[in-house]
């Protein structure tokens, strides 16, 4: 079973999709409901740009394994690609319910906590404000929240 998992996810990262189509196709004719080939076949579908199709394979995840962590956090990923944040920290939550210890969701779930925050910023930069001193406020920490949701640089 290993080898077709790390076969499988050979061919993702060389962009072999053909071939990483057919070995998972191969799998689910032989175990349907295999949870692990289907996480990969969405992150298939997200490397190709299929987000809704990734999207609906990672919801039938969820349906059917409610106990695993990772489509719940990967589902976030991608609603928040789509600035869809309360789903986002819906699926984030559930994630870190199924695993507390789960690290990669708690992070997640900061970024989102993060985004939410900055879309408040930004609203309330938008109406009147009381003065310059809230409105310097508002524009530190609309900067400062842009900063901390760059990307890690390698």
Known sequence: MA?????????????????AQTLIERQLEKQPADPQIRLMQSQMQMAQGQTTQAIETLLALTQEFPELPEPYNN???????QQRFDEALSALTLAVRARPDYS?????????????????????????????????RLSGKIQLSGQLLQPAKP
């Open 3 to 19: 080898d077709v998992y790390s076969e499988v996810n050979d061919k993702i990262n060389s962009s072999q999709w053909a071939a």
């Open 75 to 81: 589902l976030a990923v991608l609603y928040a690609g």
């Open 104 to 136: 990669v969701a708690l992070e997640n779930l900061g970024d989102v906590h993060i985004a939410l925050a900055r879309q408040s910023y930004l609203k309330a930069q938008s109406l009147p404000l009381p003065g310059p001193a809230m409105s310097a």
